[in-house]
């Protein structure tokens, strides 16, 4: 049976995207939109801003992203089209 729970990464990819998101398309990024972009409770949400904050990858006090937040967001973004590009070459008959 497969694990289907996020890890770590995927977790701070997925708020860091939800934050980029919402920035561009409203012009702010709002913590209930993030929230629901990000499919997590909302205390887990909450801690997960304050680690973010703490690794200096986001603001929390405007819900922004920092310099070293995009940088992860566009190094994960690699990393998983490298994974699909594996899949597609290895797995797919």
Same mark, same amino acid.
């Given at each position: 049976m497969l694990n289907n729970r996020r890890g770590k990464l995927e977790i701070f990819f997925d708020i860091l995207n939800a934050i980029?998101?919402?920035s561009l398309e409203n012009g702010v990024a709002r913590p209930t939109r993030v929230h629901n972009r990000s499919k997590?409770?909302?205390?887990?949400?909450?801690?997960?801003? @304050?680690?973010?904050?703490? +690794?200096?990858?986001i603001s929390k006090s405007s819900l922004s992203i920092t310099k070293k937040g995009r940088g992860f967001l566009a190094d994960y @973004?690699?990393?998983?089209? +490298?994974?699909?590009k594996i899949e597609r070459v290895y797995?797919?008959?």
């Open positions: 980029s998101h919402e997590l409770s909302y205390d887990k949400m909450q801690s997960n801003l @304050n680690e973010l904050e703490k +690794l200096h990858m @973004n690699k990393i998983k089209d +490298l994974q699909a797995f797919t008959r």
